[in-house]
């Protein structure tokens, strides 16, 4: 199963380029990139940048694959496009409603659904939930989680910053109610869609 | 568990081993041990040696079990960025190489090279090892980068905790020569006569933990755990108790209460790890 970041994207392909190693002062991330990906349009190109997009694709992808029974599709790949349209903070948990709402659609079998929750910690110890980039920016840590529909159970977990054992504690049970309000928000899309067919 | 194995029964347990290495490890699971005769809880024989590499300016090889980790560290001049012109670089790799594992190829680092290189370079920022700011010879002009290379020589699970283990060793190990810019040349003018360690501030340890069937969490998986886990978590403390990361990349779910049974095995295992390399620096001052 893969995950990639952009459209129709082969991870380094024969066919594409690749810059060199990040050096200290270079200001750019590592970034590789191909050309003539895609059929229908004249030109089509993917570019990947950093080994932090290849993180995320794997959070993603681990968090997927222990939801979705694979068993019950042998020989199958399931490939997950997320494209990026724009960045408010929070972009990983966004990345997660969105590849779970795409899987219901599709009809993958599941067995349970996901959703993926931020949280900061400011310097005075306060909680904030779904940050915005400025928040995140500013906060101590920003901790994401994807937690499971059915018992709250942590799936995933990536942080940055320094908390103590309490403060993650408090975090996780705030995301795990947090994740009700999305968990509801998921039915009901997804009773409005039905119901008018 | 000592039995009297005559030669069929061995010949047995390598085919069950072979054919069904999911039943073979839950038979051992249920006695709350595992086939090399640790408990759930222990971690394998850990042994560092730390300066073994004296072309690099720091290094440590950390034997974690069977895997093998050794990080060496390089330190050389560079413009400081410049939006932080008071500060330095550490710019950390971790390298699996084929040789370490028949699962990896030649040719630019993998999946899992790549994860594990911004695993560590997030340990190395989150718990603020090194204050960046003391890596500055002169602002806006130069300062030290140091460059961390993690290579991986024998791989057998648990690559995250004994490369965050060598890395903290090789720091502790990296000793910078003293540095002063000549007003009149505008050059830098090395004294390797004086060196002096770097002001490691915080010592972050690794704990990687393997869940089993959705319910077991057991630790220091070795390559053939990992391979049968269902989910992986790994937690990354520092001497206070306070958490850089808490790495769980999917894999079956965790609640609250197994969460608090790791962070206090975390602890005991931070304690151990601190100890071994107090030790280990001690034994090697008078040199």
């Known amino acids: 199963m893969e995950g990639t970041m952009h459209a129709d994207a082969k991870i380094r392909a024969e066919t594409g380029t690749e810059s060199g190693p990040r050096g200290p002062g270079c200001s750019l991330r590592h970034f590789a990139c191909e050309q003539n990906l895609l059929s229908r349009p004249d030109g089509s190109a993917s570019f990947m940048q950093g080994v932090a997009e290849k993180s995320r694709e794997q959070l993603i992808r681990n968090t997927c694959e222990a939801v979705v029974l694979g068993a019950l599709h042998p020989r199958t790949s399931i490939t997950v496009v997320l494209q990026v349209i724009s960045d408010a903070g929070s972009l990983l948990a966004c990345c997660l409603n969105a590849a779970c709402m795409a899987l219901v659609d599709a009809g993958v079998p599941m067995r349970a659904l996901f959703c993926g929750v931020t949280c900061t910690l400011g310097a005075d110890g306060t909680l904030v939930l779904d940050p915005t980039a400025k928040q995140e920016k500013e906060a101590r840590a920003v901790l994401t989680f994807a937690l499971d529909s059915v018992e709250q159970k942590l799936l995933m977990s990536t942080t940055k910053g320094l908390y103590s054992d309490a403060e993650l504690q408090q975090c996780l049970a705030a995301a795990q109610a947090a994740s009700q309000h999305v968990f509801r928000f998921y039915r009901e899309s997804l009773q409005r869609r039905y119901s008018k067919s | ?287």
């Open chain 2, 1 to 287: 568990m000592l039995r009297f194995i005559n030669l069929p029964q061995i010949y047995f347990n390598t085919c069950f081993r072979t054919v069904e290495p999911l039943e073979y490890y839950r038979r051992f699971l249920k006695e709350n041990c595992r086939p090399d005769g640790r408990e759930l809880g222990e971690f394998r024989t850990t042994t560092v040696n730390i300066g073994s590499i004296s072309t690099a300016d720091g290094s440590a090889l950390v034997k974690l079990g069977n895997t093998t980790v050794i990080c060496g560290v390089k330190a050389e001049f560079a413009a400081p960025p410049t939006d932080a012109p008071d500060k330095g670089y550490v710019v950390p790799n971790v390298d699996l190489p084929p040789l370490c594992s028949s699962r990896f190829r030649s040719g630019p680092p993998g999946e899992e090279a790549q994860v594990a290189s911004q695993f560590i370079a997030d340990v190395i920022e989150n718990s603020q090892i090194i204050q960046k700011e003391d890596l500055c010879i002169s602002p806006g002009k130069l300062a030290w980068v140091l460059y961390c290379d993690l290579i991986c020589l024998d791989y057998d699970g648990n690559i995250l905790d004994a490369c965050t283990f060598a890395l903290l060793a090789a720091l502790k190990n990296v000793q910078l020569p003293e540095v002063t810019i000549n007003e009149e040349t505008a050059l830098a003018e090395v004294n390797l006569k004086t060196k002096n360690y770097l002001n490691i501030r915080t010592h972050p340890v690794a704990t990687s933990f393997a869940v089993f069937d959705d319910t077991l969490l057991i630790v220091d998986p070795t390559g053939e755990e990992e391979h049968l886990a269902t989910g992986t978590l790994t937690i990354v403390m520092d001497e206070e108790g306070k958490l850089c990361c808490l790495h769980k990349p999917g894999g079956s779910g965790l609640t609250g209460a197994k969460l608090q049974d790791c962070m206090s095995r975390a602890v005991t295992r931070h304690k151990e790890v601190k100890k071994l390399m107090d030790e280990v620096i001690k034994s090697m001052k008078p040199k």
